[in-house]
């Protein structure tokens, strides 16, 4: 007698495969390195003192030294020599002082504590950590200096002479101001050349140093 060949059990089948859905594409990296850089800047104290310290150096030194020319008791050989730029412009000195601090604690002040093993564990691309801390500096720094030399220039209006706004943009032509001065435009592609190569040296250093 013949025994039919039966197949398993219905409930002991395989189940029926499904497709696996892909992952997600990743995010960008940079984007999120600068949002936590910027992160990091916001939440520090000694960030908020440098930003003060620098808008204060522009604004009342500026406004110090223009003052000068509205008290009186200036010979007018002084006055043919008032430069209204450089004095309304002269905390600049002491406000590129401050920034320096600020791009100093930017960079050391993972380092000092620690967590710059956590950031790189996190993040092992130094190379776009670095960039990333450099644009996030770069823009905070450019914001605060055009917004301090704008309201440098509002507050010493009334201590200048009529024709200081005819003077202040006479600085900005291409012709240097001196036999052994830059002009303008000259000296800030050379200052961008010193920033890049200081990066440069930066980037090849901590991609072949340990944390």
Known sequence: ???AASGPEPSARAPALR???RPAASRPLVPDLVRAELTKLRTVR???WALALTVAAMVV???????RYGIGGISPADKARFDPAAYSLSGFFLAQLAVGVLG???ITSEYATGSIRATFAATPQRRAVLAAEAT???AITALV???SSLATFFVVTPYLPSDAGQALIGRTKFAPSGPHLLSPWVGVAVVCAYAAAALIAAAVILSRQDA
């Open 61 to 67: 030194l500026g406004a110090l030294f223009a003052a």
């Open 104 to 106: 100093v604690l930017t």
């Open 19 to 21: 497709p696996v859905p």
């Open 136 to 138: 996030v500096l770069t």
């Open 145 to 147: 200096g055009i917004g």
């Open 1 to 3: 007698m013949a025994i």
């Open 46 to 48: 000694s960030t908020w």
